[in-house]
């Protein structure tokens, strides 16, 4: 059973870190593509970054150059460190694995709230 659950959200004021956490099981997690969505209401969801098996990463326009995605194969553990944040970036932010042939697999979210 894939499970994906994430801690690490809260509030953060304005300029403020936060890092996010993604402990995944149930799958073979260094070959999976690994991925954290935001939603906001009213909002789809976007990718705010992701994670390829082989280290390549990709990052929302918006939030390159302040958000870091890492993961860690031995602990199964796939991260989002936030740095500068924005009241914009104020959201649910989602773990997501993705692999070949299989369904695209959601945790439960965490709420991240910028404000002062």
């Known amino acids: 059973q894939v499970q994906l659950v994430e801690t690490g959200g809260g509030l953060a004021q304005p300029r403020g870190s936060l890092r996010l956490s993604c402990a995944a099981s149930?799958?073979?997690?260094?070959?999976?593509?690994m991925a954290w969505y935001r939603q906001t209401p009213g909002k789809e969801r976007e990718l705010a970054a992701a994670?390829?098996?082989?280290?390549?990463?990709t990052y929302l326009d918006s939030v390159k150059g302040r958000f870091t995605i890492s993961r860690d194969n031995a602990k199964n553990t796939v991260y989002l460190q936030m740095n500068s944040l924005k009241p914009e970036d104020t959201a649910v932010y989602y773990c997501?694995?993705?692999?070949?042939?299989?369904?695209?697999?959601w945790g439960q979210g965490t709420q991240v709230t910028v404000s002062s």
């Open positions: 149930g799958f073979t997690f260094s070959s999976a593509t």
């Open positions: 994670i390829g098996s082989g280290g390549i990463t």
């Open positions: 997501v694995a993705r692999m070949p042939g299989n369904p695209t697999y």
